[in-house]
């Protein structure tokens, strides 16, 4: 069983989420070398989190509309994420 896995099945919701949501990215910073590097990273981590943070208002309110199937807006939220990550690295 996987950390994720146990988290989201055996740990109340709150709680899964601050464990989950981790920064794990802001801690990888610590092992980006070059000094100039950390400066656009940690300004692409900014503009994924707000996405996400976007992202996931829209997935709750599809979600609690019942816009969708959950597994239907997973794939569709996810497809939106996919798309926007790429053209990010297309664009630099």
């Known amino acids: ?3 994720n896995k146990y988290i989201t099945n055996e740990v109340s919701p709150k709680l899964g989420a601050i464990l989950i949501t981790f920064p794990v990215g ?11 590097k950390v400066s656009k990273y940690l300004k692409n981590y ?11 208002f ?13 597994k239907n807006i ?3 939220i996810t497809g939106i994420w996919a798309i926007f990550a790429i053209s990010e690295m297309v664009n630099h």
């Open 58 to 70: 829209l997935y709750l309110l599809m979600f609690q509309k019942k816009l969708l199937g959950h």
């Open 74 to 76: 997973f794939i569709t």
């Open 26 to 36: 802001l801690l990888s910073t610590y092992f980006i070398i070059s000094e100039d």
């Open 46 to 56: 900014i503009k994924q989190i707000l996405f996400i943070i976007m992202i996931s």
């Open 1 to 3: 069983m996987t950390l």
